[in-house]
T-cell receptor, first 113, second 112 residues
Framework: QKEVEQDPGPLSVPEGAIVSLNCTYSNSAFQYFMWYRQYSRKGPELLMYTYSSGNKEDGRFTAQVDKSSKYISLFIRDSQPSDSATYLCAMSAIGGATNKLIFGTGTLLAVQP | ETGVTQSPTHLIKTRGQQVTLRCSSQSGHNTVSWYQQALGQGPQFIFQYYREEENGRGNFPPRFSGLQFPNYSSELNVNALELDDSALYLC???????????FGSGTRLTVV
């Protein structure tokens, strides 16, 4: 079993839809949870960073962490064609600069105009 | 210059050859990590360098090695290339006060 599981998609939605992206994990030591967006032929770009359980909102993006269920989510409201990319969840047991990130496989999202 | 820059952007090598990939970290970042991303997969941690010392290593064989220089730039060396080494190699830099990494655009290595 992989430490982090993520539905690879692809996920296709119409413009303006609410998108829900999810990851599950097995390592209870994970405390730091991140979502990265990766456009084709580019490196991952950090979208959201959450410590422990709870919600965090940034504009159209909301990240949720449920440590009791080992489940994290990213919601995108009013999705735009420019949101079309691969979304990667990542997590680590320790924070700061010297953490090792464990990534999911990524979910490919296409937002249709 | 801001951001993480990697060179070259693309590379084709023959099985058994050696390759060196280079990374310039973002200004002010003293930690560099390298990740391998196979097609359709998430990045996998190779190793990390902090103050020119290896500071953690993933499940990669010794033929994957690295260096960090005093200016915090870094190199990834891979010896005896195998077909399965074909992937996007990502460099990421971070500082002690930041969460998460800043990734470069990667070097796409093809081994034939």
């Amino acid at each position: 079993q992989k430490e982090v599981e993520q539905d690879p998609g692809p996920l296709s939605v119409p413009e303006g839809a609410i998108v829900s992206l999810n990851c599950t994990y097995s390592n209870s030591a994970f405390q730091y949870f991140m979502w990265y967006r990766q456009y084709s032929r580019k490196g991952p770009e950090l979208l959201m960073y959450t410590y422990s359980s709870g919600n965090k909102e940034d504009g159209r993006f909301t990240a949720q962490v449920d440590k009791s269920s080992k489940y994290i989510s990213l919601f995108i409201r009013d999705s735009q064609p420019s949101d079309s990319a691969t979304y990667l969840c990542a997590m680590s047991a320790i924070g700061g600069a010297t953490n090792k990130l464990i990534f999911g496989t990524g979910t490919l999202l296409a937002v249709q105009p | 210059e801001t951001g993480v820059t990697q060179s070259p952007t693309h590379l084709i090598k023959t099985r058994g050859q050696q390759v060196t990939l280079r990374c310039s970290s973002q200004s002010g970042h003293n930690t560099v990590s390298w990740y391998q991303q196979a097609l359709g997969q998430g990045p996998q941690f190779i190793f990390q360098y902090y103050r020119e010392e290896e500071n953690g290593r993933g499940n990669f064989p010794p033929r994957f090695s690295g260096l960090q220089f005093p200016n915090y730039s870094s190199e990834l060396n891979v010896n005896a290339l195998e077909l399965d080494d074909s992937a996007l190699y990502l460099c990421a830099s971070s500082s002690q006060t930041l969460y998460g990494y800043t990734f470069g655009s990667g070097t796409r290595l093809t081994v034939v």
